[in-house]
């Protein structure tokens, strides 16, 4: 799977942002994407997933509530529409994917930054 990134950029404390990611290159029925980040001087985490095929949802603690992740299945697109952003949502934001099942993500698209400032 080749994902493309898009979005970002640079917002005030409380406003919202949306990342799109486009996906091509394999049958995506059996993969589960998502909204990966990575915080200067931090490890990459979670933020948000989504199974290709039924829509199951999953999102970390700290974006719950806030952050919403949808699929479209014409497009192939998966997108994050974030909501009341903190400047601790600042970071380079990742599109990926996994085969179901699978420990690891095996497709990575290239970060989009997202600076929130206070």
């Known amino acids: 799977v080749q994902l493309q990134a898009s979005g970002g950029g640079l917002v005030q404390a409380g406003d919202s942002l949306s990342l799109s990611c486009t996906a091509s290159?394999?049958?995506?029925?059996?993969?589960?994407m998502g909204w990966l980040r990575q915080a200067p001087g931090k490890q990459r985490e979670f933020a948000a997933g989504?199974?290709?095929?039924?829509?199951?949802?999953k999102y970390s603690d700290t974006v719950n509530g806030r952050f919403t992740v949808s699929r479209d299945k014409f497009k192939k697109t998966i997108d994050l529409q974030m909501n009341d952003l903190k400047p601790e949502d600042t970071a380079l934001y990742y599109c990926?994917?996994?085969?179901?099942?699978?420990?690891?993500?095996?497709?990575w698209g290239q970060g989009t930054q997202v600076t929130v400032s206070s």
């Open positions: 990926a994917a996994k085969v179901r099942g699978a420990s690891e993500c095996g497709s």
């Open positions: 290159g394999h049958t995506l029925s059996r993969y589960v």
């Open positions: 989504i199974t290709w095929s039924e829509g199951i949802i």
